[in-house]
């Protein structure tokens, strides 16, 4: 838990200045005249849905986007600053850790930590002082690895700290976390927001983007809310002396979405069937460390218009259970069975679990779920390429109609179904992920983190498609870490420990408390 702390004024001239900044690519205006203030010493968050301008703004800031491609001014220390490129924004003190970490996983955390920086006499690399120096640094953020450990071999969490270590190498001045904690688990989220404290105090400008509200009321000093790439509001963040915010959530949700967002979560409706399909004893072992289970003997069983939730810490066995179960798509040794309508079926490849109704959009949409240099139609057809062939040739005319329809379900935001999806936002990679598989027309869809990065607008358009689709019918397994999704929109929930499953709670007698003591093995077992 982050220590709560006191808004702190960090100066009264703005370290950072961004006034009046306009952005254009061809057909959109992604920034129009956004104004950005930040002090030293402060943590500054910017919030807003995916496509309102944020990463944009900061690729203006990092030399990404050239000067002469935007207009507008930058300031940085009271200086006029006009950055050609990255090299640029970094010598004058600028850093920014994107959402897909930057390290070269088969360098050592040494190498990476001053890559382009090297610590060299005469030419020669200085190994000593390079790895004393990288020591410092990561006893700064709070890491104890030995420098000359493989990247590879370190957590997400702890490759999140070297990217910091990185950049306090470069003595940054302002640094940018794009979703610092998307891919972090609970304990690792909250080592990364104390060090960001640390840094505030320390002297360092913060800037945070992040759409998970809970951890930019607990470390921000103050919010900047863009939309449709203007700048709506910025908000000074006081707290109590127990450390309760001055500002309410609801205020910053109204300023990202334009409106009242009044639910989080849609109600449930609709009537939950007979068992429809049932997993047994489902055992997977890892696909590389002979002897390491990660999945052992799981059952569960999904109802049909039913969601059922499924919980567990990082490292539980959840996605290692969903990619097992869809085609066998993880690990060795896979054993157990698969049932639909009490009648055993073959899962054992991807083509025979979608033909048997089952459905997976992964966790990692753009490694896993997405041909990011095709189109929105191309994509959204890939997985059942049957519904749209006459004996065996495609048919482009169908193709088009019936993608359409489904991207208009998924309530797309797009320039048309030619849009590369390399462009789109998240939330709206997200919704053509959700699409390919709507596409199929699934009795079983499997989701692995559906909302992870996007904005709380997104979110709850993508809930009102998933309660629609059970609503419908179809069984859904839903996979979370945010205990909150699973809370609001699970009919029923599973948890997961080590592999096994620990629990199963009515949604309406579920709480946080009760999932995570099933969730760390110390509660009672199913």
Not at 363 to 388: C, F, P, Q, W, Y
Not at 412 to 433: A, D, E, F, I, M
Not at 441 to 447: M, Q, W
Not at 488 to 517: F, H, K, N, W
Request: proline share 4%; net charge negative.
């Amino acid at each position: 838990m982050v220590e709560p702390h006191r808004a702190r004024p960090g100066g009264t001239a703005p370290l950072l200045l961004m006034r009046d900044i306009c952005k254009e690519f061809p057909g959109v205006r992604a920034l129009d005249g956004v104004s950005l203030s930040v002090r030293a010493g402060t943590v500054h968050a910017v919030m807003g849905e995916n496509g309102a301008g944020k990463s944009t703004l900061m690729k203006v800031l990092s030399g990404v986007h050239p000067a002469g491609s935007y207009t507008g001014e930058i300031h940085v220390g009271g200086e006029p600053a006009a950055f050609t490129g990255v090299a640029d924004s970094e010598r004058a003190g600028i850093a920014i850790i994107h959402q897909e970490l930057a390290l070269v996983p088969h360098l050592t955390v040494s190498e990476n930590v001053f890559l382009g920086n090297e610590r060299a006499r005469r030419g020669v690399i200085d190994w000593y002082d390079t790895h004393a120096r990288a020591r410092a640094l990561l006893e700064r953020v709070g890491l104890d690895e030995d420098p000359t450990t493989t990247v590879s071999a370190l957590s997400v969490g702890a490759q999140q700290l070297v990217e910091i270590a990185k950049a306090l190498a470069k003595r940054v001045r302002v640094l940018i976390l794009d979703e610092p904690t998307s891919a972090l688990n609970e304990a690792e989220s909250a080592r990364l927001l104390g060090l960001l404290t640390e840094l505030r105090d320390q002297g360092v400008a913060c800037i945070l983007i992040s759409h998970k509200l809970g951890e930019v009321m607990q470390v921000s000093d103050e919010i900047t809310v863009l939309r449709d790439g203007r700048t709506v509001e910025t908000v000074p963040v006081e707290r109590a002396p127990d450390g309760t915010p001055s500002v309410e959530e609801d205020r910053i949700i109204r300023g990202m979405v334009g409106r009242e967002l009044d639910q989080r979560y849609p109600d449930r409706t609709g009537t939950i069937g007979e068992v429809r399909f049932e997993v047994r004893d489902w055992t997977v072992d890892h696909p590389a460390q002979a002897g390491r289970r990660m999945v052992d003997g799981a059952g569960l069983t999904v109802r049909g218009g039913e969601v059922v939730g499924l919980a567990g810490l990082m490292g539980a066995g959840r996605t290692e259970l969903a990619m097992s179960l869809f085609g066998r798509s993880y690990g060795r040794r896979v054993s157990g069975g698969v049932y639909k309508d009490g009648r055993e079926i073959d899962t054992s490849t991807v083509a025979r679990a979608v033909a048997e109704g089952l459905a997976y959009v992964p966790e990692d949409r753009k490694g896993l779920g997405l041909v990011l240099d095709d189109d929105v139609r191309h994509n959204t057809s890939l997985a059942a390429l049957g519904r749209i062939s006459t004996r065996g040739v495609l048919d482009p005319g169908r193709e088009a109609v019936e993608t359409r329809e489904t991207t208009d379900d998924m309530r797309l935001r797009s320039h048309g179904p030619t849009q590369v999806v390399r462009t789109l936002s998240g939330g709206n990679q997200q919704k053509v992920v959700l699409g390919k598989w709507m596409f199929t027309r699934p009795d079983l869809l499997i989701l692995d983190e559906p909302t992870r990065g996007i904005d709380v607008g997104a979110k709850y358009e993508i809930y009102l498609i998933v309660r629609g689709l059970a609503e419908a019918g179809a069984c859904v397994l839903l996979i979370s870490s945010e205990l909150p999704e699973v809370l609001g929109m699970s009919d029923r929930v599973y948890t997961m420990c080590e592999g096994r499953i620990t629990g199963e709670v009515p949604g309406e007698a579920a709480d946080q408390e009760t999932l995570m003591r099933l969730m760390t093995g110390t509660g009672e077992t199913a």
